[in-house]
């Protein structure tokens, strides 16, 4: 990692933003490099990955991993693969789950730390946060109909359900994504890692 990228990482790890609103406090959790080929872009941190600061360490990382065809070992390799959630640091808990990222981070952060790892070939937007973010006006009026359209965002980005457990049911009332879209992402991350 060069001197900008590691510069501006360790600036990120030291943020205190939204500190007055995060109530385990600020601990940004993100993996960036600059020859990194995919981005993981997420929601933000729950708390496991809070306490162990390891990105996507727990049950939603398991089930993604296995979307993305690729092994733990592979998934840390920064030099492979980018994480880049919406919000950093964990945002606490609502009624119906946790809250939604952060919007200070986003703002902050993202087009700093992504205009530093230009070799980034495929974006994979989880959930309603990240695919709003990275699609903007071109995405559906729902999650479901922007997964479902997937092939329309051309080869570069693909949209998909956050792979928390809380979307089983999304899952199960969807079957067309495992059978259909997971095999076609899991070969445009084998293609992009590979290099051709």
């Given at each position: 990692?060069?001197?900008?990228?590691?510069a501006l990482?360790?600036?990120?790890?030291?943020?205190?933003?939204?500190?007055?609103?995060?109530?385990?406090?600020?601990?940004?959790?993100?993996?960036?490099?600059?020859?990194?080929?995919?981005?993981?872009?997420?929601?933000?941190?729950?708390?496991?990955?809070?306490?162990?600061?390891?990105?996507?360490?727990?049950?939603?990382?398991?089930?993604?991993?296995?979307?993305?065809?690729?092994?733990?070992?592979?998934?840390?390799?920064?030099?492979?693969?980018?994480?880049?959630?919406?919000?950093?640091?964990?945002p606490g808990?609502?009624?119906?789950?946790?809250?939604?990222?952060?919007?200070?981070?986003?703002?902050?952060?993202?087009?700093?730390?992504?205009?530093?790892?230009?070799?980034?070939?495929?974006?994979?937007?989880?959930?309603?946060?990240?695919?709003?973010?990275?699609?903007?006006?071109?995405?559906?009026?729902?999650?479901?109909?922007?997964?479902?359209?997937?092939?329309?965002?051309?080869?570069?980005?693909?949209?998909?359900?956050?792979?928390?457990?809380?979307?089983?049911?999304?899952?199960?009332?969807?079957?067309?994504?495992?059978a259909e879209?997971?095999?076609?992402?899991?070969?445009?991350?084998?293609?992009?890692?590979?290099?051709?």
């Amino acid at each position: 990692m060069n001197f900008e990228s590691l510069a501006l990482s360790n600036a990120v790890r030291a943020c205190t933003l939204c500190a007055a609103h995060l109530p385990l406090g600020p601990r940004p959790v993100f993996q960036v490099h600059p020859g990194a080929r995919v981005l993981i872009a997420g929601q933000a941190p729950g708390t496991r990955v809070h306490d162990t600061g390891i990105p996507f360490n727990d049950p939603s990382g398991e089930r993604l991993r296995w979307w993305l065809g690729i092994t733990r070992g592979e998934f840390y390799d920064a030099t492979k693969l980018a994480m880049l959630p919406m919000g950093f640091c964990y945002p606490g808990r609502g009624s119906s789950g946790d809250l939604p990222p952060r919007p200070e981070c986003a703002a902050a952060w993202r087009k700093p730390l992504l205009a530093t790892m230009p070799e980034i070939a495929l974006t994979v937007a989880i959930g309603q946060y990240a695919i709003d973010w990275h699609l903007g006006n071109a995405k559906k009026s729902t999650l479901t109909q922007t997964v479902l359209n997937w092939k329309s965002y051309g080869p570069s980005i693909v949209p998909i359900p956050h792979p928390s457990p809380r979307n089983n049911i999304w899952l199960k009332k969807n079957p067309w994504f495992e059978a259909e879209v997971v095999p076609e992402l899991q070969k445009r991350v084998r293609v992009v890692l590979s290099g051709s």
